[in-house]
């Protein structure tokens, strides 16, 4: 495992949910020795904050903002992807030593998702799969093998290319540019979830290539019930997830600036 992936690890735990608002309550406690009515108001608006983002419906203070800037692609996929030359799959973690499949590492729930929306993709365009994903948690078979046999497996779906070197998402974008670009593939089809799209977006353009988004698992969509509102791990893993993004894009549009993304291509249902 990279040191700098452990670090990288540590300060965004330290930084997202729920970790942050747990320093933030003892910073509070902390605080009421010489100041009890501001320790007070901190520590209490921590536990508030905690209480309303572990819930579905509070997430979506955090989610839906990010999710409105990405549009389901349209109905008519070969006509709103003409001139794409290949579908990029993005992944989102695997299992590792899964004992139902003999110890092998397999896919993560969420990288399935976007595995079948991606399948789904080609068979209606019948373009070629590149999967992205590389094994910043130092074991043997990268992320994006993981992806490329659940492909085969699971969803008898060919993949031509296996970028898996990357560490992170704009090593996604620039190590699949650089695949692709051998191939002389320039626009694409970028497949991953609504949350994970606007920063995926920005960093795929800024490599020179255009890009059709085609994001899944909309949380903003998803129905609520009495039970949103009440405090779940769902919840709070949305909140932290959205939290994580908007941090990542915030991070960096800091590094290189919000400029315009004129290569980027953005087709609506």
Not at 16 to 43: D, E, F, H, K, Q
Not at 46 to 74: D, F, N
Request: include cysteine.
């Amino acid at each position: 495992m990279h040191a700098t992936f452990i670090i990288t690890k540590v300060v965004s735990a330290l930084l997202l949910l729920p970790a942050n608002l747990i320093l933030l309550c003892i910073a509070g406690m902390l605080l009421r020795r010489a100041y009890p009515s501001t320790g007070m108001v901190v520590s209490l608006t921590s536990l508030l904050l905690l209480a309303v983002l572990s819930t579905k419906a509070g997430a979506l203070l955090l989610v839906a903002p990010l999710e409105q800037r990405v549009l389901p692609l349209a109905v008519d996929v070969a006509g709103a992807t003409n001139g794409a030359q290949a579908i990029v799959i993005l992944g989102m973690g695997k299992l590792a030593n899964a004992p139902e499949y003999d110890g092998e590492d397999v896919a993560s729930y969420l990288t399935l998702a976007r595995l079948r929306y991606g399948a789904k993709m080609h068979r209606q365009t019948g373009l070629p799969i590149l999967v992205s994903g590389g094994m910043p948690d130092g074991s043997k078979m990268s992320e994006a093998a993981v992806m490329a046999r659940s492909l085969r497996e699971d969803f008898s779906t060919p993949v031509k290319w296996i970028e898996g070197a990357s560490d992170d998402t704009e090593q996604n974008a620039k190590f699949s540019a650089a695949i692709l670009a051998q191939a002389g593939v320039k626009k694409i089809i970028l497949v991953t979830d609504a949350l994970h799209m606007p920063r995926s977006q920005m960093m795929f353009a800024r490599t020179g290539l255009e890009v059709v988004i085609a994001p899944t698992v909309f949380f903003s969509r998803d129905r609520l019930t009495l039970l949103s509102f009440l405090p779940s791990g769902e919840g709070m893993r949305r909140s932290g997830y959205a939290l994580h993004e908007w941090l990542g894009v915030f991070w960096y549009k800091a590094r290189h600036g919000d400029s315009q993304q004129a290569g980027t291509v953005s087709v609506t249902r």
